[in-house]
């Protein structure tokens, strides 16, 4: 079997019989890799917490004949100590990760999604005031680079500027002429905020404090549209609004 070194986020790790478990892991070079790393679960792995969720690692993985690849080695290169020690970057942290999993292709080379998903973290390493927006930031440039810019600051079918509704399926912000049934109204304050966060360096991000009511509309706009989307549900999501501050 060939072997190769990558170096990747642990976006997840599930048990496999009695010591063993496969990680997802989100490569530099060979795009989302699912690889077993046996024995893991045993008090002597030689792998000890390297492979947990939300670590960046070096790996030697030997290359499976089906999608399923093995762990040779693993080295910690960062493992994102501030935030697994805080609730809101953690949940934060988890959206990226979990958004991640979704747009990746196995074994598909994506460089720029896994340095967003680098950027996102180590971000959120920092101890921004404000993660949840840090998260927000993320969810917009994954889905530009995923083709799925949400339209902001014009109308989505014609180009009409100002528009004043909102529909996932139209691809975001709609004009009255444009919009179909599905559409809901939306500010024009909601929609800056939003390209705001789209445009913001990650770093920055989280340094702002936007006025609650705008950010209560924005959001369900934005993981409404994250979800419609990356077709299906993110169980995060949820749990990152509940994390928010107002
Ligand atoms: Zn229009």
Redesign the pocket.
Known sequence: MPLYKEQGVVLRAVKLGEADKIITVMTQGSGKVRAVAKGIRKTTSRFGARLEPLTHVSLMVYRGRSSLDTVSQAEIIGSFRAIRGDLGLFAAAETMLEAVDKVAEEHERNVRLFLLLLGGLRALDTGPADPAAVAESFLLKLLSLSGFHPSLR???????PD?SLFSSGQGGA??????ELDAGPVSAEALAYLAGLAGSDLLKAGASAPDPQIRREARPLLFGFAEYHLERRMKSLPILARSLVP
Do not use: L
């Open positions: 014009a109308c989505a079918v014609c180009g009409r528009p709609v004009c009255a002429s444009c919009a």
